[in-house]
Structures are given as structure tokens and as C-alpha cells.
């Protein structure tokens, strides 16, 4: 009788390498946001020790309850210390979800977690998070998906968070609505549970198409997706009913409003604490080195995934640097107004101004780095600069800075664009940033401020203006596609 040769299928070392660099990667992911969600909970008790908020819980029901259309900002609403709790526990309820999911934690993962804890500073709560999340479980469990792969989807799709406040608390209302007083109604729950099962099967629909409509070159390509489905609901909840446009919601809060940067110096130190912890942690992680950032840096930042490219300890090494470098512009933009009188005041470290930090380094581990983000950063700088030189010369008034409010959310989103500036160069960059910066203030109105990724949206719309142009007049690119 012959014997039998059992051969056994030994996988490459290369195979197994990448595996095991892989689950590395997706430990440093769960680690790194599970230590923003810590880190966010612990400040906000300093908070309270701090600004002796005696008011905790009133204050985070306010933030609860309450419209939060753009820019409502919490810091105002509610306090610095309520805010970082609802930052807290909605970035915990994400790292849960991460791992009760069994989600092998990518780039696109990370991405969908920065959104929604820097939403928590100006729009997006506890409470109004979770009907368009089960509206993504559900519809993982009609069409037999894996949640798992869906998870960033079901971040992405709190961005119309808004839409579930004013169903709530105001849309059934009517002239019966008052600040402060929140009342609920049946039908505000049914239109609001609607929503949220409705934006769980529409979303993942969009999604594809509108990136291929812009080709990747806008990062944040689920703003163009939400934003024009917010067009289309804004329009039938209140144009074609003939009903007037619900206002964002203000209070007066004359201890908060008294601060002249509002927490310059208490947000300096955290985001330092935060960025100086993540780039020490990166530089350990990477054998004590910053080997490899050179080519991180040369990057084009077009279609390619730093983490699987580089491994998450350099995109640790790059967010830190990255956080540290929004931290000086932001710093020298809030004293601009003191520097040149004629310049309208600005704002400083408010709620959606501490949002937007966590917001533009979203893609930070999948195609954003300083270099080329800066060219967008000189596109608004360019756009100021002309709008200053105009009012000079017909005598008119200088409307605003480049720390107006809308203009810092404006730009923190705007650094989506840098696949621009990597593939087809620095001029090309510091165009796609002027472009944006032209229509910041203007894209909100289109959905009547009920998407909280207005940012992306814009930058979306840009990038629809900008490639035809491009493609028209036969601009190549000047740098090669990473591989």
C-alpha cells in the first residue's frame, strides 16, 4: 500500500509578516482612541474643578436638548466641562462599538472616530448620535452586510445628527418652541427615528458616487455625499412646505462671552498634552526614530493609505507633528485682530474651534501631512490678502479675518483637498484652498446648516469646479501616484 504525501501549505514569511503588522496596526488604533476618549473624559473633570461648574448635569442635558444646527456652539450652551463629557462618552460609545464589532480597525475607522468626537464640540451630542447609527445596523442586517465593515459608515452618518435634534425638540413645535424648555413630541420621535433608518440605507448609496465624482481628490468625501442629501431635505422640510428656517440656538452666557479667547489657555495646554503624548508614543513605537517620515512627507497624499504604507507609529509621529502645527496657525490667527487694528475681531479656542483641531487631522493617517496641507493654508491666506487689498482701495470695511469662526471651520476642512497640492503641485494647492475659501460661508445655507460636515461638503464642491478646469486645460499632474 503507498503512503500517502500529505503536503501542508506553509504561507509566506512576507504573508505573515503583513499579517502580523496588520493586527499591530489595528491594536494602535482601538489604544490610540481609546486614549483620546480617556484623555477627553479627564479633562473635562479638571473642567469642572477649574470653572466650578456647579451646574454639571443641567448644563449637559442643555447640550442634550437642544437644537444644534451650525455652529451651536457647546462651549456656550452648556460649559467647557459639560462638552468635554459629551466628548467623552460619545468617543467611548465609538471605541465600543469598535470592538463589540469585531472591526479590524483601519485608516477609514480612525477617520469615522475623529469625526465624531470633534462634531461633540458643536453639533453632534449623546443623544442624537444614535438614530443614524442603528439606521446603518439595520440596514447591515436587511441587506446581510457585516457591521464591521460598515462601522465607519455609521460614524460618517452622524453628520446629520442636526436633522435628529430639530425633529426632537422644534420642527412639530412650531411658534410652541422656547429655548430652554425642551418639549418632545410623538411625532418629533417617528420623524426622528425615519431619519435616522432612512440615512442608514441612503448614505452607503451615495458614498460611492459621489467620490467617483470628484476622484478622490477631496478627502472628505463623505461631506459631498450628506451635503447634498441635507439640500434635499432641508428643501422639502422648509421651502416646499413654505415654512420659515429654524435659527441656531444661542444663550446668554455672559461669563463664557466675557473670555477673550474663550479657553485659550486651557485647550493650549490639552491639545499640547495630547499631540507632545501622541508623537513620544509614535517615535517608542518606531524604534525610537523617526525613520520613515522622510518619505511620509514626500508623499502625494493621492490614494494612498498611510497606514498600511507606513504603520501606525509614524501616523502617530505625523499627528502629533501635524496637531502641533494647527495649533500655531490657529495661535497666531487669534492675534492678527491685535496686530491690525482695522481687522475685525476674530474668535478664539471655542467649542467648534476645539472641534476642528480633531476634524483636520482626520485623514491623518490616510493622506494628510503638513506639506502639502500648507498650500491650502496660503489659498485662504491668498484670499484674505486680496479681499484686504480690494476694501482698501474702494474705502469699504474689512468683513473678516482668517479667525473668523466660519473661516477656521472653512479651512480645517479644506485641508481635504491635499491631494491636489501633492499631485499636481503647490500652485495647483493654493488654488483648491482659494476656491474653497471663496464659497466656506456660503454652502451652509444650501442645507440650512443641518450638516455637520459643511466643511467636506464645500471642499467637495471645489473639487467638482476644479478638476474640469484642470482636465479642460490639459494639466498633468507633476508627481506619480504613490504605490
Request: charged share 10%; hydrophobic share 50%.
Amino acid at each position: 500500500m503507498e503512503h500517502m504525501t500529505h503536503i501542508t501549505h506553509v504561507p509566506p514569511m512576507q504573508t505573515v509578516l503583513h499579517e502580523h503588522e496588520q493586527k499591530r496596526n489595528y491594536r494602535i488604533i482601538i489604544l490610540y482612541t481609546l486614549f483620546l476618549s480617556v484623555a477627553f473624559l479627564i479633562a473635562g473633570l479638571v473642567a469642572a474643578l477649574i470653572t466650578h461648574e456647579t451646574a454639571f448635569l443641567a448644563n449637559l442635558m442643555r447640550i442634550f436638548t437642544s437644537p444644534s444646527k451650525l455652529v451651536t456652539d457647546y462651549y456656550a450652551l452648556g460649559g467647557l466641562a459639560a462638552t468635554l463629557f459629551n466628548v467623552a462618552i460619545c468617543g467611548l460609545s465609538c471605541n465600543l462599538i469598535i470592538i463589540i464589532s469585531h472591526t479590524k480597525a483601519n485608516a477609514t475607522t480612525f477617520a469615522g472616530y475623529m469625526l465624531v468626537v470633534a462634531h461633540c464640540f458643536y453639533g453632534l451630542n449623546f443623544l442624537n448620535m444614535w438614530p443614524s447609527i442603528l439606521g446603518v445596523v439595520v440596514y447591515c442586517l436587511v441587506t446581510k452586510r457585516h457591521i464591521s465593515e460598515n462601522v465607519h459608515i455609521a460614524f460618517f452618518s452622524t453628520a446629520l445628527a442636526p436633522f435628529i435634534s430639530e425633529f426632537l425638540f422644534r420642527y412639530t413645535l412650531g411658534e410652541m418652541f422656547s429655548t430652554g424648555n425642551p418639549q418632545v413630541t410623538v411625532l418629533g420621535i417617528i420623524l426622528a427615528v425615519l431619519l435616522g433608518l432612512a440615512s442608514g440605507f441612503v448614505v452607503p448609496a451615495l458614498l460611492p458616487g459621489t467620490t467617483a465624482m470628484h476622484r478622490g481628490f477631496n478627502m472628505y468625501k463623505a461631506g459631498l455625499a450628506i451635503g447634498i442629501l441635507g439640500i434635499f431635505l432641508n428643501a422639502f422640510l422648509f421651502e416646499n412646505l413654505g415654512l420659515e428656517s429654524s435659527t441656531t440656538v444661542t444663550v446668554e452666557n455672559e461669563a463664557y462671552y466675557a473670555l477673550r479667547y474663550a479657553y485659550r489657555g486651557f485647550i493650549n495646554i490639552f491639545l499640547a498634552v495630547i499631540f507632545v503624548s501622541t508623537l513620544t508614543v509614535g517615535f517608542f513605537l518606531n524604534g525610537r526614530s523617526f525613520h520613515g517620515y522622510g518619505k511620509l512627507w514626500k508623499c502625494t497624499g493621492y490614494g494612498v493609505d498611510f497606514i498600511d504604507k507606513f504603520k501606525m507609529p509614524l501616523c502617530l509621529v505625523n499627528i502629533g507633528i501635524y496637531g502641533l502645527c494647527i495649533m500655531a496657525y490657529l495661535n497666531i490667527v487669534f492675534i492678527l485682530p491685535e496686530i491690525f487694528s482695522a481687522l475685525p475681531k476674530g474668535v478664539g479656542f471655542t467649542g467648534a474651534t476645539t472641534g476642528v483641531v480633531f476634524a483636520a487631522l482626520t485623514f491623518a493617517a490616510d493622506g494628510q501631512q503638513p506639506r502639502t496641507v500648507f498650500p491650502i493654508v496660503v489659498g485662504y491666506a491668498t484670499l484674505f490678502g486680496l479681499v484686504c487689498a480690494i476694501c482698501a482701495i474702494a474705502k469699504l470695511q474689512i468683513p473678516w479675518t482668517l479667525s473668523s469662526q466660519a473661516y477656521i471651520n472653512g479651512l480645517a476642512f479644506a485641508t481635504g483637498l491635499c491631494p491636489f497640492a501633492g499631485k499636481y503641485g503647490f500652485r495647483v494647492g493654493v488654488l483648491a484652498g482659494f476656491l474653497s475659501a471663496v464659497i466656506c460661508t456660503s454652502t451652509a445655507t444650501m442645507h440650512g446648516g443641518f450638516v455637520l460636515y459643511n466643511g467636506g461638503f464645500t471642499a467637495g464642491l471645489t473639487a467638482l469646479v476644479l478638476l474640469p478646469i484642470l482636465d479642460f486645460y490639459k494639466v498633468k499632474p507633476r508627481f506619480d501616484t504613490d504605490m
